[in-house]
């Protein structure tokens, strides 16, 4: 398997405009995980779906944030709109979850780095 | 959620044993105790999971007492190739994902 695939790598974008960011799980898993990184703020869990339907939303940041997961093999996240405090490492991870208490090994893809300016 | 604590960062120098140990008072019956290591510019990848006692794999070991309110992360053997950050996480009995905290930095030494 080629493990999750974000899209794009890398993305820079003027304040205001509209960001959409792109995951593509391990095939099998039944969970999808969107996380935020930055120096001040660490790793945070933005939301959390599993066999895709939205569990645990707390995470996100504000309206202008919204996530999706159409079918089990892709999922987005998007800005609208975005803003210069937006800028950070987005991640997307898979699992496989099957009992109580133990969120399975989570995969991380390689990361989405959004500038915006 | 169970909350975890351990160190913000540590030093060693090549070839020694690392431990590095994580605080979780309020561990629930159900919850795993998992560890990840992130390197610069990549996601967080799995090393390590367990429930209790001693769990040994290729890359690490865990230990982890009977009351289950801390556990230990063993890396032999270091080598500069190791420094990273790792994060301990604590599995939430209503099966809600496991939360990152801040980490520890390990630096390797030459």
């Known amino acids: 398997d080629a493990g999750v695939i974000q899209s794009p790598r890398h993305e820079v974008t003027e304040m205001g405009q509209e960001v959409t960011l792109r995951c593509k799980p391990i095939?099998?898993?039944?969970?999808l995980f969107w996380y935020r990184q930055t120096m001040m703020r660490g790793l945070e869990l933005l939301i959390y779906?599993?066999?895709?339907?939205?569990?645990?939303d707390s995470g996100m940041p504000e309206d202008r944030f919204s996530a999706k997961m159409p079918n089990a093999s892709f999922s987005t996240l998007k800005i609208q709109p975005s803003e210069p405090r937006d800028s950070a490492v987005y991640f997307c991870?898979?699992?496989?979850?099957?009992?109580?208490?133990?969120?399975?090994?989570?995969?991380f893809g390689p990361g989405t780095r959004l500038t915006v300016t | 959620l169970a909350k975890t604590t351990q160190p913000i960062s540590m030093d060693s120098y090549e070839g020694q044993e690392v431990n590095i140990t994580c605080s979780h008072n309020?561990?629930?019956?159900?919850?795993?105790i998992t560890w990840y290591q992130q390197f610069p510019s990549q996601g967080p990848r799995f090393i390590i999971q367990?429930?209790?006692t001693k769990v040994t794999n290729e890359v690490a070991s865990l230990f982890i007492p009977a009351d289950r309110k801390s556990s230990t992360l063993s890396l032999p053997r270091v080598s500069l190739s190791d420094t990273a950050v790792y994060y301990c996480?604590?599995?939430?009995?209503?099966?809600?994902?496991?939360?990152f905290g801040k980490g520890t930095r390990l630096s390797v030494i030459a």
């Open positions: 095939s099998g898993h039944n969970s």
């Open positions: 779906f599993n066999n895709n339907v939205p569990i645990d």
């Open positions: 367990g429930y209790k």
């Open positions: 309020n561990i629930a019956t159900n919850d795993y």
């Open positions: 991870a898979s699992s496989l979850v099957r009992t109580r208490g133990n969120s399975g090994e989570q995969y």
């Open positions: 996480l604590v599995g939430d009995s209503r099966n809600t994902p496991l939360v």
